[in-house]
């Protein structure tokens, strides 16, 4: 599985960016794919991530301004980030995780960069 991410840059806070991620490969249709950041000197955290089946999950500090969707056929996962702060500065890395029997396969892109200037 290989996941191509795409869509960071730099924006000014209350700025909008969008995220694209596509994972290619031998890939269940029951998966989650999500989003997660680092920013310098932290440690990497959930952003947001949703199922084949829609649900959706929000870190709180995200809630109202991010949405998180996908495209099942294209395999394809967005993040539409609104009203973005400087403490949203951060890498951004595509995640992709399945179960094949009793084992969990993890999978990650190759990151891309999201700076918010104040």
């Known amino acids: 599985v290989q996941l191509q991410a795409s869509g960071g840059g730099l924006v000014q806070a209350g700025g909008s960016l969008r995220l694209s991620c596509a994972a290619s490969g031998s890939i269940p249709s029951i998966n989650l794919m999500g989003w997660y950041r680092q920013a310098p000197g932290k440690q990497r955290e959930l952003v947001a991530d949703v199922s084949t089946g829609g649900i959706t999950n929000y870190a709180d500090s995200v809630k109202g301004r991010f949405t998180i969707s996908r495209d099942i056929p294209k395999n394809t996962v967005y993040l539409q980030m609104n009203s973005l702060k400087p403490e949203d500065t951060a890498v951004y890395y595509c995640?992709?995780?399945?179960?094949?029997?009793?084992?969990?396969?993890?999978?990650w892109g190759q990151g891309t960069q999201v700076t918010v200037s104040s």
């Open positions: 995640n992709e995780r399945f179960y094949r029997g009793s084992t969990l396969y993890n999978y």
